[in-house]
């Protein structure tokens, strides 16, 4: 028998209209960061090929595609957390505010203060709960006063939607809490230093469905006053948290628009294919 072919989009994308979208605004954002003709190379092999994208403000951008086709790797071009890997080189601009993040000037460790970075696996110090979020202020000197420095981690918890669950418990370790606690303390560690932009590596994969809507809640929430970008592999989740959808596939960026019209009226084939479970 043969298998049947199914050509509907795999996921429902839901169209929540806005407010301002009823009111007629567009609901453009400004553009955070843009790449430019990026390439990147691990050693002799080249895993982006001329990549340009934009990132807007307070607005949530997915990556998607099949495993391998770049999405880590662009993520990385954007707080340069690529320089940290041996023999890869990275070609093209990558701006931020309209500055190139690779300019010589520029001071990475600075950089990756106001482009934070989530990861697959939560990753929390081996150290307490206060500590994890208080280490980054605390090395950039964003706190006067050890009040000051309380109110920053307090702060921060809260941000993170985990002040409420960890109060009475600061001071112990973070790596004792669960994998969806663990992931907002490193949410909320990269919140503590006052970023402007958030990079999360398929920040929900190693989570379970309670944790994992946790996580996509929060990121509505956090949208409200950072750009965020998601690699997923998951195209339920990006068609559920973003505004922006960028569809990549072995090194080339497909296409890149709207959520709702990269779901349900893709501009190219393989993206349709993509969608529509062909692939990946
Ligand atoms: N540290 C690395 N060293 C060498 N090759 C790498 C490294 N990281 C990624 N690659 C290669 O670059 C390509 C893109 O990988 P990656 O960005 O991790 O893809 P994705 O996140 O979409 O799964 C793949 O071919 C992968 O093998
Ligand atoms: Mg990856």
Known sequence: MEAKVETRPVVQVQTQVSEEAKSGKPEEHEVKMSGRGVNVFYGEKQALYDVSLDVRDRSVTALIGPSGCGKSTFLRCLNRM??????????????????????????????RARV????????????????????GPRIHGLAASKTDLEEIVVTSLHKAGLFEEVKDRLNESGTGLSGGQQQRLCIARAISVNPEVILMDEPCSALDPIATARIEQLMEELKQNYSIVIVTHSMQQAARVSQRTAFFHMGYLIEEGDTTEVFTNPKREKTQDYITGRFG
């Open 82 to 111: 690529n320089d940290v890997i041996e023999g890869c080189r990275v070609t093209g601009e990558i701006d931020l505010d309209g500055e190139n993040v690779y300019a010589s000037q520029v001071d990475p460790v600075q950089l």
């Open 116 to 135: 934070g970075m989530v990861f697959q696996k939560p990753n929390p110090f081996p150290k307490s709960i206060f500590e994890n979020v208080a280490y």
